[in-house]
């Protein structure tokens, strides 16, 4: 009996739809290399840089090749679908209130600095209201957010803006209180879009991520040369948004290089620290004057000695004073 006889029908296989084969690459002539005495090219095997090339939810994590126009398209993608659209110092253009973003995000992060941003600004919308208030004041509004002596270096730069407007250059903005290289550049590109290069932590771990993933020891020097090149100019603001977040991003996903920058300072651990008793101090004044030895011992005998010498730093900085034997905050 034949198969036809038989009864049964040949049917034709469909393909599966979950899964297209990719086009296949064109086929390189091996015999045109070999009269030619060239070796073929080994393919390189870009995923042992970095295991995970693409994440789940479809973004380019790992470099490819290390191009600009790969890193450019992964930052892009990543920023139109997730970026941090919505930080309310991404809705102003005023320099005075990017500055105040600026230096409030020095070492703290972007959760915690967003209902102190909005809270101070309610308080001091403007350089001249900062500028004329108490430091007394200024420094309860920025209770909470640790490293106090940015709010006074912060009202500093106001009265200088107050007395002479904001500096338009880059070596101008430096010359005000506490605003640093990056700080300086940062204000110039969110408020004015100069296609200027920064380099924060986030940005960092991008950088190495995608040009520098088996290196140690990188250089900041080394990432603003691939950074330069990436910019694309006209869109400076934005482009650094979208940098920022996907940086973020890339530490949120366990993927970090800290340890391979060369600037990379670890911080040390805050609770018994001299930063700590600075902090309850500051907090311990803001209710009013006290007397040195009930102010001493607020964190305890163990830590007199220290809370003794945290206030004589603050005074040196002049966070805090001394009146008939009683610490305040400044009038």
């Not at 070492?107 to 500028?131: D, G, M, S, W």
């Amino acid at each position: 009996m034949s198969f036809k006889q038989s009864g049964f029908t040949a049917t034709r296989k469909k393909p599966s739809r979950e899964y297209t084969s990719p086009r296949p690459a064109a086929r390189r002539d091996h015999s045109r290399l070999a009269n030619s005495g060239a070796a073929p090219k080994r393919r390189q095997n870009y995923h042992a840089a970095s295991p995970a090339r693409v994440s789940r939810d479809g973004f380019l994590r790992a470099p490819y090749k290390g191009t600009v126009a790969a890193f450019r398209r992964a930052v892009w993608v990543y920023y139109r679908k997730h970026g941090r659209h919505n930080l309310p110092w991404r809705k102003t253009t005023n320099p005075y209130r990017l500055l105040v973003s600026e230096v409030m995000l020095q070492q703290t992060q972007v959760e915690r600095v967003v209902p102190f941003y909005r809270a101070f600004l309610k308080q001091f919308p403007t350089a001249q209201a900062l500028a004329e208030a108490p430091l007394a004041r200024v420094l309860l509004a920025w209770q909470g957010l640790g490293y106090n002596r940015r709010a006074k270096m912060l009202q500093a730069a106001a009265r200088a803006i107050a007395v002479h407007g904001v500096p338009r250059s880059v070596a101008a903005l430096e010359e005000l209180s506490g605003v640093g290289p990056y700080t300086a550049r940062a204000v110039a590109a969110f408020a004015w879009n100069t296609d200027e290069v920064l380099i924060e932590t986030n940005i960092r771990t991008a950088g190495i991520h995608h040009f520098f993933p088996q290196r140690q020891d990188v250089s900041d020097t080394e990432i603003k040369a691939v950074l330069t090149r990436a910019l694309p100019p006209g869109r400076s603001r934005e482009w650094h948004w979208a940098l920022m977040d996907y940086g973020a991003y890339l530490k949120h996903s366990g993927i970090s290089y800290n340890t391979h920058s060369r600037h990379y300072t670890k911080q040390s651990k805050f609770t018994g620290s001299f930063r700590e008793a600075r902090g309850v101090v500051l907090r311990t004044l803001a209710a009013g004057p006290m007397s040195a030895q009930p102010l001493y011992f607020v964190l305890g005998k163990d830590r007199a000695i220290q809370v003794k010498s945290a206030c004589r730093a603050l005074m040196s900085e002049a966070l805090i004073k001394k009146v008939n034997r009683r610490y305040q905050l400044p009038t």
